[in-house]
């Protein structure tokens, strides 16, 4: 019996496919067109034997098949994440991170310190209203508004984050309101309703616009307090406190890179951090 040969290449894309959901998406990640990644799911299905995907409008859904492959293809990847690198490479580990808007803004004021000096890893941020999927290895570290329960992961607890409306000096009393799926943008809907002159889909444009001096914008107060020209216009709003935790998994969180990602992270948001 002839043995079947699959490269680790479908594998990657299928990795990409599989934890997008959905081709479009996957192509943007993978630079692949999305007929390409198409074609090569096909292509990997009938080398494997097995349906690996349900297709529909909404997107690819995963069979029990694939859900199975996604997992024993994480822990290759995490093996191959563990591998040494030749003593001749000048390449530098890429470390994942995900976050909310605000924090991942945070976090790129302070980069320098983030991949140090001289830099000693690659950092790619991927900012996401939604929850990646740190079992997986959608990324390595991900920032979360409670403690994680799932088995596997690792946390340690930031500073509580809180939220006040700031605007400038000579700003006009009027919210701008955004549209979007979080805790601070749902508050802002009950307050105001219709009620906004301005309204944006993108938390970051909330912050341009009241930098410009077009309105007040409701931020977390670890940003809004670094922000030149912009002053707290109220005070803050109790209900929308939150812990703020930084997880990894378990299987990571010892890994060099990580672990110095982890504590120069911590230290950015630190209060006070310049």
Not at 112 to 138: N, W, Y
Request: charged share 30%; with cysteine.
């Amino acid at each position: 019996m002839n043995e079947t040969k699959i490269s680790w290449d479908d594998l990657h894309l299928f990795l990409a496919v599989a934890r997008e959901g959905g081709l479009s998406p996957a192509a943007r990640v993978t630079g692949r067109s999305a007929a390409t990644l198409g074609r090569r799911m096909l292509a990997l299905e009938r080398s494997l034997g097995r349906e690996l995907f349900v297709r529909h409008e909404r997107g690819y859904e995963m069979t029990e098949e694939a859900r199975k492959l996604l997992d024993d293809l994480a822990e290759v990847e995490t093996r191959i994440a563990r591998l040494p690198a030749s003593s001749d490479s000048k390449d530098r580990p890429l470390v994942k991170v995900s976050a909310g808007t605000w924090t991942t803004l945070a976090l790129l004021e302070g980069l320098d310190d983030i991949t140090g000096e001289p830099a000693d890893i690659r950092i790619r941020f991927v900012s996401a209203e939604a929850t990646l999927d740190i079992q997986h290895r959608e990324v390595v570290i991900g920032f979360r508004n409670q403690r994680p329960t799932q088995d596997g992961l690792a946390g340690r607890k930031l500073s509580r984050v809180e939220f006040a409306p700031f605007a400038r000096k000579d700003a006009p009393e009027r919210w701008i309101k955004v549209l979007a799926d979080t805790p601070s943008a749902r508050w802002l809907d009950r307050m105001i309703g219709n009620d906004a002159v301005c309204e944006v889909t993108s938390p970051r444009n909330s912050l341009d616009l009241a930098l410009a001096g077009k309105g007040i914008a409701l931020l977390p107060t670890f940003l809004g307090d670094r922000q030149s020209g912009l002053k707290r216009a109220g005070g803050t709003i109790p209900e929308l406190d939150h812990d703020q935790w930084i997880v990894t998994h378990h299987d990571d969180r010892h890994l060099p890179e990580v672990r110095r990602t982890i504590d120069r992270l911590c230290q950015v948001l630190e209060p006070g951090h310049r």
